[in-house]
């Protein structure tokens, strides 16, 4: 409580703000996910790695607008990609473009796909991908997994699965990392058209998948003749390749989004050339496929730039290990705490969990001290460090080192407070 009384003197401007937003947005905001209690701060422009509130105060900015802010807040290459874009060719032309087809090339390679189709969101490339699956099969179902985020109407919490989803009847829901279960799952039925899911679960926060349930998928996928998405719309920044050339997996269809669209709204699924030939019309594929701003040139050209000058592989491995890094020093003072680190690379979850279990396999065992984890969301926003209130932190290139070692002592000192 007398946190929460802090926190309202802290950011009294937010406070203001807010009853006004409450006027004509449903909760204040327009993402749920940002929600936060008793309101969320109001921020009022970016820089860098660093986030500026109305309030007057400077944090840090781990919540790296949930992956897709990678190359950071106004990052000069793409700011001036963008504006000699918007001078020089115009925001979205009605037509096709050959910026389009220039990134396409880019990604294919990158993410080894034989064909790809752009999107306005992460959630539409799941929307399409699922689409397309069941047009390719002739079949209905898809499996998807416990804990799963797949957008904004895709999302299957353990308390009220697939209550947040649309179409309730089409999803077959399993345990992820139960390999069993999820082999009983595809395996069983005649009518799965495809499996979807994340090779770590960003809403975990943080759940890595393990190698063997990942390829058990696979195989189970191939064996019943359902498409395998990989829903790479966080966890495609994880290496140059994205988390399947981490795991070598080779799925039907790729979902992706966030920061590929350089800072711009942004989705794409692509893959196997049998199944994306549905959409070509020069040799009878007869599914559609649109949507006014999917090739808008602000995001092929940005996107562009970002992955062939900024995000080149190398840059990807050496961000990653940074990320392996921090997760790793937060790791070692977790030990003996309730404290418990998940994640790969540049996505980090952190946990609070009452039994102290430190190798989290999956959503349901979370079992979270939920007090205890607002409490380090509002010491952290103190300390200067915007993170997630659900525990996640997405780094953003070019924080500096000193910062993340600067939230390593934080860390510490809030562990010895109140965790250990
Ligand atoms: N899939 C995953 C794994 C995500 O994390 C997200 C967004 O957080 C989405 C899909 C949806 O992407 P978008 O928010 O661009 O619709």
Known sequence: ELTKVRFTERNATSLKLHHEAVKSLPGGNTRSLLHTAPFPVFLKKGEEY???SEDGHTYTDFVGEMTAGL????QPLLTQTLISTIQDVGMNLGGTTEFEARYAALLCARFSLDLIRFTNSGTEANLHAING???FTGKRKVVVFTGGYHGGCFSFPEDHPAENCVDLDEWIIAEYNDIEDTKRKIEDSDDVAAVLVEGMQGAGPCIVGTHEFLHQIQESAKKV???F???????SRLSEGGLQKLEGLQPDITTMGKYLGGGITFGAFGGKKEIMQIYDPRVGGTLAHSGTFNNNTLGMVAGYVGMS???TPKVAREFNA???????ELEKISQGTKMTVTGRGTIIGIHFLKDGK???KSYRERKDEFDLKDLFWFEMMEDGFWISKRGSIALILGTPWEELERFVGCVNQFLKRHAA
């Open 225 to 227: 003749g359902a498409v």
């Open 309 to 311: 000058q900024i995000y």
């Open 133 to 135: 699956a069941k047009r």
């Open 71 to 74: 190359f950071g807040h106004s």
């Open 229 to 235: 998405i990989l829903d790479e719309v966080m966890t």
């Open 322 to 328: 940074t990320g392996d890094r921090l997760r790793a």
């Open 358 to 360: 430190k190798d989290l």
């Open 50 to 52: 660093q986030v500026y």
